[in-house]
């Protein structure tokens, strides 16, 4: 995993491109506290206390810190589309 900083709150955050389709992230304490969205009063799947399960600014930063190559992407490759027979 890597360290990566939000640009909006400045949380840092351990992070892990393995493809373009899949990131895993590690969130600490800190990084809690400074985020605007991870654990604001209105949940992502609108159940009550429920925390977000990401932020959208932190998810913009690792998607142009892996275009510039700041972040490693571990498989390059696009996930296949499926065929569908009709």
């Known amino acids: 995993m ?5 640009s909006k709150c400045s ?4 992070v892990a491109k393995n493809s373009w389709e899949h990131t895993s992230i590690q ?5 809690r506290a400074l985020c605007h969205e ?11 206390g429920a925390p977000n399960r990401g932020c959208h ?3 913009a ?3 142009d810190a ?5 972040i490693d992407v571990t498989d390059t490759d ?7 027979l009709d």
């Open 11 to 14: 949380a840092q955050v351990l």
């Open 78 to 84: 696009p996930v296949p589309t499926p065929i569908v």
């Open 27 to 31: 969130w600490d304490e800190a990084a």
């Open 57 to 59: 600014a932190l998810n």
């Open 2 to 6: 890597q360290p990566l900083q939000c």
């Open 61 to 63: 930063c690792i998607v």
């Open 38 to 48: 991870i654990d604001s009063d209105v949940p992502d799947d609108g159940r009550l």
């Open 66 to 70: 892996a275009v510039r190559g700041d």
